[in-house]
């Protein structure tokens, strides 16, 4: 357990907050953790009884003792208002009694928690209630006495603990073989990080199961289970990293950014005393490689990859949006470290035209001071394509390490991404034929392709292999050149709105582009120099070299 709960958990009782709220799936493992802190006298001073409350038990203590007729809440509250001991009750799935989504809650049972409340906090003796539940219900009249305790998913220790037992209790029955090595548990344990105690333990039987046999290969029903469960939260997402940053053509100004932060929240970067890096914004034209970088980021840094899927909070789909990031957060920082990508960001600001655009804020303003305040090494890399309605609050200092600006590519840069997506496929002789990947052939395409997007030159070399294969016969340079002339390109029919998002990054963000492989001359020196005097790129962005 993160020693942060204890502590937290620790201070709260001290302090004598009468009603503390934990959202968790995972009652047993809160109600073992609030047990741990309430009788350990060294971190709460006065050690505190337990109790435990539900509908089908009502008020139990650990060692068994029952306090009879109190399986009601009403009888059970009034129980717990004449207890005279420090003690701390934990009440098991109240929520339903407490309201919520339209419905109102049991007036009688939020009548007896005011009640609680405020004899709690007059009292002399320490008592504190503590609701567990997995959906989080505050009626409006508790508001004030109510206090939410962040509860976080098991960590890679106690991961490693149920494996461990489990491994250990199938070695004993000898019905099945292990073969993992210590880096390979480690694995097992990094790739069930996210998931609940009882989630992991599901995942690591299934694996154990599936063919009598536990090895690496059983990582992948790891993984799936892992899927699963973060596609369950709604908003996130597992990605599988693709390609490496290797694989990205040009950008890099803003690959070597990406690369001075590689290993920043390693414990030796706090110890040299860095701070963990919050994450980047890359906004530009589209088709350039801002989706493609955040997963190369990941696959380079070899950590997991995590879409964050931020309009779907408005898409009605899933349950209340609050709790949806919430859960969403909580499973990031299970993970870490790992890359957070939030693609197209702006799509998380209130819709335009209808929608709860007050919901919409709060959510967004909650995503936000999380990214500023987080401690867990937790990426993250957003995306955005309509910058217009990005809100000041999102631009300001100090909120992203950094904001690129991905323009249409460079002829320098369009050399390097038609080479890689001509390498890969012309090392399969039967594309290659005789056509040789050569700075002759590159220095051509990339001057046919002035204007043209990344993805519009990946869109050409398919277009191409398209060609050559209806004729079965190799790729040549006519197939691509062809191609190319077929296309228009977004810069041409949207002329007008390319210049207006440079315009735009050219005081606002850095180019992602490196000086080197700018084309001096030939293009208009657009944007003027920024209030801090950095000088405006050929493109939009400005340049400020990594
Ligand atoms: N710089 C690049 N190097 C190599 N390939 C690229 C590059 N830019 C784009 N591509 C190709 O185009 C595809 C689309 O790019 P990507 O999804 O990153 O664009 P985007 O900037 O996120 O665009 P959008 O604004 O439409 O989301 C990529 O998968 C890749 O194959
Ligand atoms: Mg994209």
């Not at 008592?127 to 960590?155: A, M, N």
């Not at 000898?174 to 344990?189: H, S």
């Amino acid at each position: 357990m993160s020693r942060s709960f204890r502590d937290n958990l620790a201070q709260l009782l001290k302090a004598r907050l009468p009603i503390l709220y934990v959202e968790s799936y995972e009652e047993s493992r809160v109600i073992a953790e609030v047990t741990a802190v309430a009788r350990d006298g060294t971190s709460v001073r006065t050690p505190r009884a337990v109790w435990t409350w539900s509908l089908t038990e009502g008020l139990v203590q650990p060692d068994g003792v029952v306090r009879r007729g109190t399986t009601d809440p009403a009888d059970a509250l009034d129980a717990v208002l004449r207890l005279d001991e420090p003690s701390v009750v934990i009440l098991r799935d109240l929520h339903p009694v407490l309201g919520g989504d339209g419905r109102p809650g049991d007036p009688r049972i939020i009548r007896r928690l005011r009640d609680v409340a405020a004899a709690f906090k007059s009292g002399t003796v320490p008592r504190t209630l503590v609701l567990v539940s997995p959906v989080l219900r505050i009626p409006v009249e508790l508001d004030r006495d109510v206090t939410i305790v962040d509860f976080p998913l098991p960590s890679e220790a106690e991961i490693r603990m149920v494996l461990d037992g489990l491994i250990a209790a199938n070695i004993a029955s000898g019905r099945i073989q292990i073969r993992l090595d210590d880096v390979q548990r480690e694995r097992f344990a990094k790739a069930a990080l996210g998931l609940t105690l009882h989630e992991a333990e599901n995942a690591f039987a299934r694996a154990i199961v599936n063919d009598g046999i536990l090895d690496v290969h059983d990582l992948r029903v790891v993984h799936e289970e892992k899927r699963q469960a973060v596609r369950k939260s709604g908003l996130l997402e597992v990605v599988e990293a693709g390609a490496g940053l290797a694989d990205i053509g040009g950008l890099e100004n803003l690959k070597r950014w990406l690369a001075k932060r590689e290993g920043a929240w390693l414990a030796a970067a706090a110890e040299y005393g860095l701070p963990a890096p919050r994450g980047v914004l890359i906004t530009g034209v589209p088709g350039c490689g801002k989706s493609l970088t955040a997963k190369a980021v990941a696959a380079t840094w070899e950590l997991p990859l995590l879409r964050f899927d931020i309009g779907r909070v408005f898409s009605g789909l899933v349950g209340s949006s609050e709790q949806n990031l919430r859960t969403a957060i909580r499973i990031a920082e299970a993970t870490a470290p790992c890359v957070l990508w939030v693609d197209e960001i702006e799509k998380g600001l209130a819709p335009d035209s209808g929608g709860d655009s007050g919901t919409a804020s709060r959510v967004f303003g909650t995503f936000l001071t999380w990214m500023q305040e987080k401690t867990r090494p937790v990426f993250v890399i957003a995306t955005a394509n309509d910058i217009g309605r990005l809100p000041p609050e999102l631009l300001r200092k100090g909120r992203f390490d950094e904001i690129f600006f991905v323009d249409l590519p460079t002829q320098v840069e369009r050399r390097s991404i038609w080479r890689v997506h001509l390498a890969r496929r012309l090392r399969n002789p039967a594309v290659a034929g005789g056509l040789v990947l050569d700075d002759d052939l590159l220095a051509e395409l990339s001057a046919l392709t002035e204007g043209y997007s990344g993805a519009e030159i990946e869109q050409a070399v398919i277009a191409g292999l398209f060609e050559a294969f209806s004729a079965r016969r190799p790729l040549d340079r006519d197939d691509l050149v062809r191609a190319v002339a077929t296309m228009v390109p977004l810069s041409v029919t949207q002329a007008e709105q390319i210049d207006a998002v440079r315009a735009w990054a050219s005081t606002r963000a850095v180019a992602a582009t490196a000086a080197e492989d700018w084309d001096l001359g030939g293009r208009p020196t657009i944007g003027r120099p920024g209030p801090d005097g950095f000088p405006p790129g050929p493109h939009g962005g400005r340049l400020v070299e990594y």
